[in-house]
């Protein structure tokens, strides 16, 4: 049997806010907007992994193993949504 490897994907596109966070040196917000921009096309690693494991390309063990943030991903596969982290207030 040969060893079968699938990508999981992080796709963060250039919004304004992304593109302001850039600009201020502030990419701690990242995996909250990776979240909360999923309707615009984002996706975060953990999505991707959850994906995976839904489609039963990957076991839960190996998708927990490599997940930046294991209490998250364990939420997803219980159907929970979480931000996986807080965006900062944006300054006007």
Do not use: W
Request: contains cysteine; proline residues 3%; charged residues 30%.
């Amino acid at each position: 049997e040969t060893d079968s490897r699938f990508p999981a994907t992080e796709v963060l596109l250039g919004n304004s806010l992304v593109e302001k966070k850039i600009l201020e040196e502030e990419d701690d917000d990242f995996p909250a907007i990776l979240v909360s921009c999923h309707e615009e096309g984002m996706r975060s690693f953990n999505h991707s992994l959850c994906e995976l494991v839904n489609r039963e390309l990957v076991s839960r063990d190996t998708a927990l193993d490599v997940s930046p943030n294991r209490e998250a991903l364990m939420s997803m596969f219980k159907g929970i949504k979480t931000a996986e982290g807080l965006v900062s207030r944006i300054k006007g």
